[in-house]
């Protein structure tokens, strides 16, 4: 099989409410859909979800990266040479994780098509049939989380969530984070994501009240390039430490492997540059003793359905994942949505990620 074409739609959707994180709060999230058409007939669905100031792409960027640099020279390629396709990519860009990553991920899904069988089976199949599911509570007000986190407790689809902190005092985060913490109890285990916003002094004092109180984990407390510091707190506190936007490439992940520099990573398809390489930072983590966590990039209900499939094959995902996108917005552009049940998304068993486009909700939220 070849590829044909290679097609890229950006759309905009809109959330239910604000979701404010310490980086940029977000009420509509952009996306690029890519199409990866075969001359079999077939079609691949890649989605990539650009957060800004995660990292250092934009979605008009990504877009711009996937036209005019990465796709046409890809066109006439088999799309199951997928080492090849990385290398011809990485070859005309460096970095671009995101861009390189959705394109990846749309050759993925066309064979995974073409063979007929779920993408999960091209990457020793899956381990488990639904992912418990963390929800992030975004509100920065902590009666309006606990609402949240009780409405998704009686409905069925979260009992795990995570606080967002950075963005305000430090003492108002960690008393918010411990508000919620308190609210729900035993019913619920309560992460916390620094995003980055921490030094090592401040980091040190929030953690040992959250931990106090009962949270369970906290995600990147200090800037990505601080290795260093992320192992001085990995061995100084007994909380798992989990590193985000700090693990991109594989070699970023050998550091914090090598140093022991984090108890668990976020793994994200994007960030790595697709499935193929996300499957690399996981054998790295699984022989360094890391545990793992499926992230999100916000991803509308294609890129959720990609991403579990995916994580479904992560043997050490003791942290569940954290595919709430769907929850929050207020409307998708697949026919197929997401089943949450039992604290868990469902993994779908249907042929590549089991994700078809609804067409017309596609012309009502691309960019015009
Ligand atoms: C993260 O884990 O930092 C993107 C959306 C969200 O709620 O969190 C970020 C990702
Ligand atoms: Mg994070």
Redesign the pocket.
């Known amino acids: 099989m070849k590829i044909a074409a290679i097609e890229t739609v950006v759309f905009d959707l809109p959330t239910k409410h604000p979701?404010k994180?310490a980086?940029v709060t977000?009420t509509t999230q952009s996306m690029l859909l890519v199409r990866v058409k075969g001359d079999n007939g077939l079609e691949g669905l890649g989605e990539a979800?650009v957060?800004l100031r995660?990292g250092s792409e934009t979605i008009e960027g990504v877009q711009a990266a996937v036209e005019h640099y990465l796709a046409p020279p890809l066109i006439g390629r088999d799309p199951a040479n997928i080492e090849e396709i990385l290398a011809v990519m990485d070859g005309i860009l460096k970095d671009n994780w995101c861009a390189k990553g959705v394109i990846e991920m749309a050759c993925v899904d066309l064979v995974a098509r073409t063979l007929n069988v779920p993408a999960a089976v091209l990457f020793g199949g899956s381990v488990r049939e639904s992912i418990p599911v963390l929800r992030?509570l975004?509100n920065g007000v902590a009666e309006k989380d606990i609402a949240l986190a009780e409405e998704a407790m009686a409905a069925g689809s979260n009992n795990r969530f995570?606080v967002?902190l950075g963005r305000a005092d430090p003492k108002d985060d960690v008393e918010r984070a411990l508000a919620v913490k308190a609210a729900l109890g035993d019913r619920a285990i309560v992460h916390a994501?620094a995003?980055q916003c921490w030094n090592e002094a401040t980091a040190n004092w929030c953690i040992e009240r959250l931990e106090a109180g009962g949270i369970a984990l906290i995600?990147?407390p200090l800037p990505r390039s601080d290795v260093d510091g992320m192992r001085r707190l990995t061995e100084r506190h007994t909380i798992p430490i989990m590193a985000?936007?700090a693990i991109d490439t594989l070699e970023s992940a050998m550091a914090f492997a090598r140093n022991r520099a984090a108890d668990a990573f976020?793994i994200?398809i994007t960030k790595h540059g697709g499935l193929h390489r996300t499957k690399k930072v996981a054998a790295v983590a699984e022989a360094a003793g890391i545990t793992m966590f499926g992230?999100?990039?916000?991803e509308s209900t294609l890129g959720t359905f990609a991403c579990i499939q995916f994580y479904s094959t992560i043997v050490r995902l003791d942290w569940g994942c954290?595919m709430?996108?769907p929850l929050?917005f207020k409307d998708s552009i697949t026919v197929e949505q997401p089943e949450y049940r039992n604290f868990a998304i469902t993994v779908p068993r249907k042929p590549g990620f089991g994700a078809t486009i609804d067409e017309d909700k596609l012309t009502f939220y691309r960019r015009k």
């Open positions: 979701h994180l980086m977000i979800s957060v995660y992030v975004g995570l967002k994501d995003n995600e990147q985000d936007e976020s994200k992230g999100t990039m916000l954290q709430f996108g929050l």
